[in-house]
């Protein structure tokens, strides 16, 4: 199957004529394919481009009853688009890896110092694959431990996870938010600790990636997350802390990130692993 590569369009309408049918009853098939039509049109709208694989997916995702409708778009970045789903009543998250523009060699060197998971071919799909199944891997982990989005389905490149908003409104980031600003630095160094506990760094928080939904603390983008005995998991910690106390400091929280790393893994900042944020 070809690849999108950057730059190419596709001809959605010759998509779907061509597309394979499933076998599904008569009425149930008009239903998605409605769905499907209305998904493209609102994909055309946004100027967002899958490749024609992804769009299988997504579609199969839905044939499958995982999920009833894409609504639309809630964030569309280089490597990822988070999009907005519902699946009956709830409303779910799909966060789509764009195979074209990972940057799998950073991909790469994450993956290789964990020992879940075995990469057997290191093509660009299989290398976005692992990165997938290993944040998917990391969600379930923190969602059972601390405020997170609850993994839900994994499928090569694209994975559904619980929307963490109100009345279909995502929650703002921390860095959007006014709140009790001394309860959320606790809160935050809490879940840090938690996660230390169960041998998970999360290895890019910051005031982006941290939500806040009716002032409760939510982490998410667990994609660079690792396991504390990866080679590169104090270093990552330690960039962490500092993020964090940077951000609080600004709030006029006394905050400092080697106490911060200190409280966290009971140990002093080894200054190798600090040397080490340079090469993140
Ligand atoms: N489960 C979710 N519920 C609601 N919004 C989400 C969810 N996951 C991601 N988002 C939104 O999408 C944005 C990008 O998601 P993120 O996982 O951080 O991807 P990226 O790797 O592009 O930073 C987030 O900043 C947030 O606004
Ligand atoms: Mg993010």
Redesign the pocket.
């Known amino acids: 199957m070809s690849c999108y590569k950057k730059g190419e369009s596709i001809d959605y309408e010759k998509y779907l004529s061509n597309k394979e049918e499933f076998e599904l009853d008569k009425e149930y098939q008009k239903e998605i394919l409605e769905r499907e039509r209305k998904f493209l049109e609102e994909l055309k709208t946004a100027n967002e481009v899958f490749d024609k694989r992804t769009l299988m997916i997504l579609f199969s995702i839905l044939a499958g009853k995982h999920l009833s409708e894409y609504i639309g778009v ?2 569309s ?4 688009v ?1 999009l ?1 789903a519902r699946k009956g009543h709830l409303y779910r ?1 799909v ?1 789509i890896y764009r195979v074209a523009t990972c940057d799998f060699k950073t991909m790469l060197k994450y993956l290789q110092g964990d020992p879940r998971l075995h990469i057997k071919r290191s093509s660009r799909r299989a290398i976005v694959n692992a990165w997938v199944e290993k944040e998917f891997r990391n969600l379930k982990r923190a969602s059972s431990i601390i405020n997170a ?1 609850k993994a839900r389905l994994r499928r090569e490149n694209v994975l559904v ?5 109100v009345r279909g409104d ?2 703002p ?1 921390l860095k959007e938010v006014e709140i009790d600003w001394e309860n959320a630095f606790k809160t935050v160094k809490d879940f840090m600790i938690k996660l230390y506990e169960e041998e998970l760094v999360h290895g ?1 928080l910051s005031e ?2 941290i ?1 806040v939904k009716e002032d409760e603390i939510y982490f ?2 667990f ?1 660079q997350s690792v396991i504390t005995q990866h080679p590169l998991a104090n270093a990552l910690l330690i960039r962490d802390c500092i993020n964090i106390c940077n951000f609080f400091k600004k709030k006029g929280i006394n905050c400092n990130y080697k106490d911060l790393y200190k409280e966290i893994t009971g140990k002093e900042i080894n200054p190798i692993d600090e040397a080490m944020i340079k090469t993140l």
Do not use: W
């Not at 970045?77 to 990822?80: S, T, V």
């Open positions: 809630i964030n970045g280089k490597e990822a988070v907005k998250a966060k989005p996870m619980d929307f963490i908003g995502p929650a980031k890019d982006y990636n939500l998410i983008d994609s």
